[in-house]
């Protein structure tokens, strides 16, 4: 009855200068400043810089590095084109599944009449395959 | 000197309808109806089919086509409250509906038949007759519209298709 366990080191995601954090599912933003235990101090090329609280951000797995404390927007600016945080952002799968929700919720009638089709021939081309196999 | 007093007074006087303020002006409609746009009928004998709008009415109705060979809804009018209009559109452009106003769609007058004892327990009635013009109006309107229609892939298996909600979906979410 005994079961194998294997300690691994902690690996969280730090509130830190630098650490690009997603606002309200859409609006990506680098924390520039820490105020205090609950706040901090947000910027983004395409996101007002303001005092936000970590309540209503989620952080990425995303750094930008060596950013100086409470830069101020034109560095944020540069480093963010300089590091390619949106092009590292688009490629991950969180990113892509957040686009294609925002897609999904888009669709004209029309739109969602061809998807339904093609997710047809689609499950009759697996079924196909299925039952020959 | 005017008329002479009249010998008799009514004991009440006729009652005289109040003078209305209200006045009837153009119909407005909303900027997503445009001839040419895919409508879903909410309401109706034909609700939840898709169909094609052709032109705005003098009663403030639209004028449809399924096509009718499509799915079934013929030359029809339509309430335009009772409408979904999609973002899709076919090309209406070389349809001609000149010819259809509210007088095309009159009912007919049909003399009132005594009621017989026969009728009451009859089931049979006699088939109501579609006239010979109204056939060859949909033939030609929906020639045209059928081949735009062609023109896009799906379209046609679109139209035929009857709209309705599923699980999951949120009439106030969805876009059309």
Redesign the interface.
């Not at chain 2, 979410?173 to 059309?176: E, I, M, P, V």
């Given at each position: 009855m005994s079961s194998y366990s294997t300690v691994k080191a902690a690996n969280w995601r730090f509130v830190e200068l630098g650490r690009v954090v997603l606002v309200d599912n859409k609006d990506l933003a680098t924390i520039v400043e820490i105020i205090d235990q609950k706040r901090v101090l947000v910027d983004g090329p395409k996101f007002q810089r303001q005092a936000i609280a970590l309540a209503k951000i989620v952080l990425t797995p995303i750094v930008l590095p060596n950013l100086p404390r409470g830069a101020r927007t034109a560095t944020v600016t540069k480093k963010w084109a300089a590091a390619d945080i949106d092009g590292k952002w688009a490629a991950t799968a969180w990113a892509k599944k957040l686009a294609s929700r925002e897609r999904r919720a888009q669709l004209s009638d029309f739109e969602r009449f061809q998807v339904l089709v093609l997710k047809k021939q689609r499950r009759f081309a697996v079924k196909k395959a299925v039952a020959k196999a | 000197m005017s008329q002479i007093a009249p010998k008799w007074y009514q004991s009440e006087d006729a009652p005289v309808a109040k003078q209305t303020r209200k006045t009837a002006r153009p119909q407005k409609l909303r900027a997503s109806l445009v001839p040419g746009t895919?409508l879903?009928l909410l309401a109706g004998r034909f609700r939840g089919k898709?169909v094609v709008y052709l032109k705005n009415l003098e009663d403030n109705t639209l004028l449809v086509s399924g096509p009718f060979k499509v799915n079934g809804v013929p030359l029809r009018r339509v309430n335009a409250r009772y409408v979904i209009a999609?973002?899709?559109q076919v090309s209406v452009e070389g349809v001609d509906v000149s010819k259809f106003n509210v007088e095309y769609f009159a009912r007919e007058k049909t003399p009132r038949s005594k009621k017989s004892e026969a009728d009451l327990f009859n089931e049979a009635q006699p088939k109501k007759e579609i006239k010979a013009e109204r056939i060859a109006d949909q033939k030609s309107v929906d020639a045209s519209l059928l081949a735009e229609i062609k023109k896009t892939p799906?379209?046609k298996?679109?139209l035929s298709?009857s709209?309705s909600l599923k699980n999951g979906d949120r009439p106030h979410?969805?876009?059309?």
């Open positions: - | 895919v879903i898709r999609t973002s899709t799906l379209l298996q679109y298709a709209f979410l969805l876009k059309f």
